[in-house]
């Protein structure tokens, strides 16, 4: 046989693919190219711009920081080596002129005072135009210089303040400048464009690199073209040259007829594929010919088929309408939620279905209920033999009844379905079987039922006691998915997320995705209740709680979350610790002041009598430095003392906004003089508080105190506050712009005797005083950072005149 041989084929095959690959290399290459060269471009901005900006870091340090030091080391001499910008930028920056680098950096001006750096044609052409246009302060661009092409990247330098004393009247310049230069760049103005800062890079060494990397990228391209044309030809041959044989073989084994003989030697005798679907379409004409004789041969079959056929479908409607019933008593089962609704809503269906005239159910099991339909009827009577009928699990006929027993999954009797019809013939025609089998649907429907019915109670039982709970209650699996949850996780994780997640996941609140399926998978691993403390950022605290699920298998999937909120429990414990541990401060601080009072009174005596009877002027100083030591000690005991015996708080009232604006304007001398902005922020109504004004006075100036001790000079802020908290409360807030109170300092920052000063700058009790007054007032005082001034932030919150304090 003639294998049709495809070298047409090939050769369209090939040149398809020589111009698919000349497109495609060229395609390449071009783009390769204008990327390449972006990247080019995009490199030696970059690099002009960090010579610029090296440019004016030297310039910078010279005039902020050299040029400073040696006029204060040197203030009638002026060095240029070491104090002109431009001399030092030069010198610095005359590495960068590298002709092997292909860099260019010139400082040039026209008229400069050295001639070595007068601007060339290319630079007074650039410095002409920022001078014409004054608004610019950047050109770049390219331009040929000794015939090689650069990128250029010049800004123009304008005279400034400080350039004027040695560019300005020769007078006003330093003696050096006119030795060094004589009148040379003088007589400038304030703005005036001086000159440019000009930036070269050599882009003809990269535009070669460029080239070469494009050639070398083209020559390996057309290498693998020639690979994938060689292969190419290889795979034509063997996939289509083989696929042509397997088609002329199946064609010679399956036609054995003279026409189709004919049509195959046609089709051998093609060596195109065009003439092969030639061959093809009258191969097709040959066998829809023979499609048509077989048609004929077939249509005898078919009135055959067409009586089986009928006889099929009246089975198969029957089936259909068993499975229609079955789905149906699965929809009663469903809607039902006793048995006795289950059986009003079958009945009439399943007698609709067998065609019976009567159809009843007689339970067997405790209840002996009984349910018939149509209801008109009388209940039915029950066999002799009907417990035979039950434990044979059979469906038993008899005359035109047929007793079906109703059994639940285990082969337990649940009770028994009798159908009636008005003959015999007709309860014979149908199946027992599927009788027999919907017996046992019945069964297995009413057992789910009963089921079903106990679990919606235990599940209402459950809901009841989860949602009972105040606290929130997650249930979830090891993947972290919440299946049960009440509604307290959910108005919690409603009020952390700002409403944006309802779905009461707690710990994907307190957690990042990792870290809760970590957390998840340890407490699963372990089998054991896992507890912790959580704190938020804004100060509340929650104790939670994972407790382990064990299934029947002992094994652990599913975890209980319960969380407490702690944050008033602990803030109580907190003030009460505190409280203690004043009190005994307290009572340890009076009675030392007490004692060391006394000595200090006889040394204050004997002091005033020795100064009466002495006459040297340095004996009389050595008294007054005892006088005064003595009379500061006394001064810190008298803090020990108000510290210990605190008036009595909450015995009168004040006014907390005519004392807010009273201290401030004591206060502002203080800020005034230290340049610290001390700002009031306070209403416009009296706002009474449980304290007397003494008291309130000497809170709100320990706490101002601390502020300006806290703030820098020059840049300090302090802010006070004075506003209604709501529910009978007055809040006074005193913030300010210092380095705050550390973390590890603010539990004992109310401590008596605990200060961040300097030694010898406080005594430690300022805080412990407005502590010990504020409570005892029946308020609070609290300690945190100011979100938007940084430093610290002291709340004091007072109950308002003739309110209940905070503790009762």
């Known amino acids: 046989m003639h294998i049709p041989k495809p070298q047409k084929i090939q050769a369209k095959f090939i040149t398809g693919m020589v111009l698919a690959s000349l497109f495609l290399g060229v395609a390449f290459s071009l783009g390769f190219y204008l990327h390449m060269r972006n990247v080019l471009e995009e490199e030696v901005v970059d690099k002009a711009k960090l010579i610029l900006t090296h440019v004016d870091s030297v310039q910078h340090y010279v005039r902020d920081v050299l040029r400073p030091t040696m006029y204060e080391r040197l203030p009638t001499a002026f060095v240029i080596q070491a104090m002109s910008s431009s001399y030092i930028s030069r010198k610095i920056m005359a590495s960068v002129n590298s002709p092997q680098d292909g860099t260019i950096f010139r400082r040039v001006a026209m008229d400069a005072r050295n001639p070595d750096y007068e601007a060339n044609d290319h630079e007074r052409e650039l410095i002409q135009y920022f001078r014409e246009n004054q608004q610019q302060n950047l050109w770049q661009g390219y331009r040929v210089i000794n015939s090689e092409k650069y990128y250029l990247m010049v800004r123009p330098v304008r005279f400034e303040q400080g350039c004027m004393y040695c560019h300005g009247r020769p007078q006003d310049a330093p003696a050096e400048l006119l030795q060094l230069y004589g009148d040379r760049g003088f007589g400038k103005r304030l703005g005036d464009v001086a000159g440019v800062d000009f930036v070269g890079i050599s882009v003809h060494g990269s535009v070669g690199r460029v080239e070469q990397t494009i050639l070398t990228t083209f020559a390996f391209f057309t290498l693998a073209v020639v690979l994938v044309f060689f292969s190419a030809n290889l795979l034509f041959k063997v996939l289509v040259v083989n696929n042509l044989k397997r088609l002329n073989t199946v064609f010679r084994r399956n036609i054995n007829d003279a026409e189709g003989s004919a049509l195959l030697r ?197 809901e009841t006691i989860v949602e009972g709970i105040s606290d929130p209650l997650v ?142 002027p340095q004996q009389n100083a050595d008294l007054e430095i005892i006088e005064r030591h003595t009379r500061q000690a006394q001064r810190v005991l008298q803090d020990l ?30 800020a005034t003089k230290k340049e610290v902005r001390l700002s009031l922020d306070i209403p416009a109504q009296p706002l009474m508080v449980r304290l007397g004004v003494g008291e309130m006075e000497q809170v709100l100036s320990n706490l101002m105190i601390n502020a300006l001790d806290a703030v820098m000079a020059y840049s300090g802020e302090i802010h006070v506050q004075v506003a209604a908290a709501g529910e009978g409360l007055i ?73 209940p304090s905070l503790e009762s």
């Open 731 to 803: 809040q006074v807030v005193v913030a300010d712009n210092g380095p705050g109170v550390a973390d590890d300092d603010a539990p004992h920052i109310f401590d008596p005797f605990f200060s961040t000063k300097e030694i010898g700058a406080g005594t430690g009790l300022g805080l412990a005083v407005v502590y010990a007054m504020v409570t005892d007032a029946g308020g609070t005082v609290e300690v945190g950072r100011a979100p938007d001034l940084g430093g610290a932030r002291f709340t004091v919150i007072l109950p308002e005149a003739g309110k």
């Open 475 to 616: 249930l979830m699996d090891a993947a972290c998915t919440v299946l049960t949850v009440n509604q307290a996780a959910r108005t919690l994780t409603s009020e952390l997320t700002d409403s944006q997640r309802t779905d009461g996941n707690v710990l994907s609140v307190f957690f990042d995705r990792t870290a809760e399926q970590a957390f998840m998978e340890e407490t699963i691993s372990r089998g054991k209740p896992d507890q912790r403390e959580i704190s938020l950022p804004g100060g509340r605290s929650f104790a939670l709680s994972l407790y382990p699920v064990f299934g029947q298998d002992e094994s652990v999937s599913q975890v209980v979350v319960y969380l407490r909120e702690t944050t008033m429990e602990k803030r109580m414990r907190i003030q009460v610790w505190q409280s203690e541990r004043m009190a005994t401060v307290g009572k340890l601080t009076a009675g030392l002041a007490h004692e060391i009072n006394n000595p200090l009174g006889v040394i204050l005596c004997y002091t005033n009598l020795l100064r009466q009877t002495i006459t040297d």
């Open 641 to 670: 003392l108000n510290f210990a015996r605190p008036k009595s708080a909450g015995s009168g009232a004040a006014d907390a906004v005519a004392v807010a604006l009273s201290m401030t304007e004591v206060f502002s001398v203080q």
């Open 266 to 462: 046609q089709l051998e005798q093609g060596d195109e594929i065009e003439e092969l679907v030639d061959g093809m379409e009258q191969m097709s004409e040959h066998l829809f010919e023979a499609r048509g004789q077989l048609q004929n041969y077939a249509e005898n079959l078919r009135l055959m088929v067409d009586e089986r056929t009928d006889a099929l479908t009246a089975e198969v409607e029957a089936r259909r309408a068993d499975v229609h019933l079955f789905v149906h008593l699965l929809e009663d089962m469903f809607k039902s939620r006793a048995r006795a609704e289950l059986w009003r809503l079958s009945l009439p269906q399943i007698c609709k279905r067998f065609g019976a005239v009567r159809i009843a159910y007689v339970c067997t099991m405790g209840s002996h209920s009984s349910f018939v339909w149509p209801e008109s009827e009388a209940l039915p009577a029950l066999p002799a033999n009907f417990v035979e009928m039950l434990t044979g699990s059979i469906c038993v006929a008899q005359d035109s009844r047929i007793f079906i027993p109703v059994e639940s999954s285990t082969g337990n009797a649940e009770g028994l379905l009798i159908l009636y019809w008005q003959s015999e013939a007709e309860a014979e025609r149908h199946d027992l079987n599927v009788l027999q089998a919907l017996g046992r649907q019945l069964g297995i429907a009413a057992e789910n039922l009963t089921a079903v019915d106990s679990l919606f109670r235990q599940m209402n039982v459950l």
